[in-house]
C-alpha cells in the first residue's frame, strides 16, 4: 500500500505580491483608507482600524486586497528585525503608485512630481518608519478621542496653516525655523521643525490652544556638552527662545502654544524634566509637558491624560477638565 502526502501550500513572505491577485470591488471606504494612509505617509493595520472602524479581520483583508492591486505597499525595512518565535506586528502600509494615481484622478488633483513610491516606501530607513509610526501614534490617538464630542475641535497639518503668513508657506517645510540661541557664551541657530502640530479649539468660550509635538524614540541623548548636536536640552533651550522671542506669532500667527515631549519611559520623562531644570532659562518653565507613551496610550482617551510639568505638576491639555 502506497501514501501519498497532501501536497504542500507554498509559503509566499507578505512582503510579496501576488501575481495573480482574486479581484475585487473598489469601495469608499477603500479610498478612505488610501487618503489616511497617504496623509500619514506610514500606517499600521491596527491605525487603520482605529480610524476606519469595522472589524480587524474585514480590514486586515482589505488593506491585503489594496496591496495585492498595487495601491498600497508594505515597506520592506519592517521585515528586518523578524525573529522566530518573535511574534509578529501589525503590518505597515504607505502608499503605493497605483494609489497616488487613482487619488489624483478621484480627486482631480495633480499627483505631482513623477516618482517612484515603491522605491521612495522601499528606501525608507527603519529608524525612519518606526519614528514616523510613532508619529501616527499619536495623531491617531487624539482624531480618535474627538469622536463624538462637540465641546472641542481638533486641527492639525495643512489645516492649520491658515493663518501663517503667505511667505512662510510658500516655503518647501512652513514649520521649520531657526533660533538663535546663547549657551555658554556661544551663539548658535539650532532649526525648529516639531513632529507633529496641533490646535484644540472650544467653541464655546472661542478659545484655541496651540501645541507642538516632539516624539521621542529615547535613540537621542537627552544632554551632551554643547549644543552642536542634537539632544533633547539643544530643543528645549530652542523652543524657549522662539516662545521668548515670540516667533510663533511672527511665523505661524498663533498667540500661544505649548510643546508635548512623548518619549519612551518615565524615567526619561523624569531626565528630560531635571534636563530643563538644570538651565536658568527653562527652569520650572511652563512651556513644557511631558508624557510616556505607556502611560498617555494606555488610557481609553488620551484627553484623560495628565502630562507631567517642569515644577512638578501635572495638568490636563484642556483647561476645563
Known sequence: MSITSPPTKTYRPRRIRSNNPLPFQLTERDIKIIQLVARHRFLNSNHVRRLVGGSAKNITNRLKALFEHGLLDRPQNQFDTYRMGGGTSPLVYALADKGVQLLADTFEQPDGKRISWTHKNNSASRPFLQHTLGIADFAVAMQIAMAGRDDVDLIAGDELMDNFPAKILARKKPYRLSVPVIHQNVRLDIGLEADYAFSLYLPKVRRKAFFLVEIDRGTMPVVRRDLKQSSILRKLLA???????????????????????VTESTERVENMIAAANSQSQTNQSPLFLFADKSSLYGLEEVLDYQWRDTIGGKQFLLPDM
Do not use: E, T
Open 239 to 261: 523652543y524657549q527662545v522662539m516662545w521668548k522671542m515670540k516667533l510663533h506669532q511672527k511665523h505661524f500667527g498663533w498667540g500661544n502654544f505649548r510643546v508635548l515631549f
